[in-house]
């Protein structure tokens, strides 16, 4: 089956720790996409990437770190810096630029808790 | 103003009633459009893309007003199983943003 995984589905840390949230794809698709989803708001873009080797920064980057080292994966590192991160973090994909009717297909998603 | 915006709902309609969702985008060049659905606590899912001569699904229609810059979602002939957060979704041909709106909460009663 074609798709998106992500791990680990729950995710505890304490204050100060960094800690990495995987993202796969095997739908041979280009772009990679994390979102952060907080309660009663939309899903805000952390970080993008078009193409192997390249990442761009999203709209709420600060704290935040990625790597594309292979077309199917791109992790999200959640470093200290990142102020408040307990969230719903949400990792997509598509074929790649937002073509007409080229959509997004996301993963199951990874809920990360601060203690 | 916000790029995209939705009503938050909730919508608590009858089963086998016909709602509407509008969701209206600022930037007038926007080329894309589609409408997710999101369950509680998990990831969306495409429901239906959003063609300009508008479409539909089933029991689920879309439309696009470019003039007045909005679409819309109607879902015919509720279910329980319709339940969930509809997401709309507004990108720009040749870039890599896609806007997401809050979402309208929609609740089928029994």
């Known amino acids: 089956d074609g798709g998106i995984t992500q791990s680990p589905k729950y995710l505890f840390r304490k204050e100060g720790q960094n800690v990495t949230l995987s993202c796969e794809q095997n739908?041979?698709?280009?772009?990679m996409y994390w979102y952060r989803q907080d309660p009663g708001q939309g899903l805000r873009l952390i970080y993008y990437?078009?193409?192997?080797?390249?990442?761009q920064k999203g709209d709420i980057a600060e704290g935040y770190s990625v790597s594309r080292e292979k077309k199917e994966s791109f992790p999200l590192t959640v470093t200290s810096a990142q102020k408040n991160p307990t969230a719903f973090y949400l990792c997509?994909?598509?074929?790649?630029?937002?073509?007409?009717?080229?959509?997004?297909?996301f993963g199951p998603g990874t809920r990360l808790t601060v203690l | 103003r916000k790029e995209v915006e939705q009503d938050p709902g909730p919508f608590n309609v009858p089963e086998g009633a016909t709602v509407a969702f509008n969701c209206t985008y600022s930037?007038?060049?926007?080329?894309?459009f589609f409408w997710y659905r999101q369950d509680c606590r998990k990831e969306p899912k495409l429901l239906m893309s959003v063609y300009s001569s508008g479409n539909e699904d089933g029991r689920f229609t879309a439309q696009l007003n470019r003039a007045s810059q909005y679409i819309s979602l109607l879902i015919r002939d509720s279910k329980l199983s319709d339940s969930a957060t509809y997401l709309c979704v507004v990108a720009t041909s040749g870039t890599y943003k896609y806007i997401f709106g809050t979402g309208t909460r929609l609740k089928v009663l029994a």
């Open positions: 990437s078009q193409i192997v080797n390249d990442f």
């Open positions: 739908l041979n698709h280009d772009a």
């Open positions: 930037n007038s060049a926007s080329q894309s």
């Open positions: 997509a994909s598509s074929i790649g630029l937002a073509l007409t009717y080229n959509e997004q297909f």
